[in-house]
């Protein structure tokens, strides 16, 4: 179709076909992205920092030949914490946290009550493994400590009827809802809880930038489905690309 000396073609499917990259395309693209050893380096430190490895950060900082952050956020202190949450001595961590931030669970009520949650949930897996399964203890920790504050917030309420439910089945035959409670997983996920709210409580960075990089990731991942591009996803548990579908 011409109007005046200007040629006006038809559109067609093809002119409006979106681009497809193949994997190889694709990390080719990726390569010419130049990221320096610093920047790796410095997003490694802050990874270790941020999440409590004190261990790691210390080496890491001999074998990379950089300096430790001069805030780096009481890692040891946070690290101790960790590791008493990841073994089940949540009575421990308590302790520990009022130590470093006394003031925390009084204004955070939410993770005060998981924590006392896990606790219960530690004593019930204690019980169901001695050979007096006595559920004594457990029973009076849920009536003092708990109840009282589930009767302030219905959430909190439910949550503890779903604990309180460990105690009517084996701990190896639980029904598929409850299995979550008693898995390891869970004590990683309040450990989780507890770092960032030690760290927002100490005005810092409560998450790994790393963190923040996956999240940003998906986010464009997301855009460029919204845009029908073709191109092959991230599997972030191995870093390979897989095609897309």
Known sequence: MIYGKIKIKSSSSSSNKKPAYSISEWEAKLDQICVSKQDLNTMIMNYLVVEGYQEAASKFVQEANIELPV???HIYERAQIRNSIYQGKIQEAIERINELEPQLLDTNSALHFTLLRLHLIELIRQSATSSSKDIFTALTFATSQLAPRASENP???ADLERTMALICFPLNNLPSQLKDLIDLDFRK????????ALLET?????EAKIRTLVKLWSWGENKLKQN????????ILTGDFVKSE
């Open 228 to 235: 029908k591009i073709g191109f092959p996803g991230l599997n």
């Open 71 to 73: 805030d780096h956020s």
């Open 189 to 196: 996920e309040v450990a989780t809880q507890v770092n960032q």
């Open 155 to 157: 959430k909190f309420v």
């Open 202 to 206: 100490q005005e810092c960075i409560k």
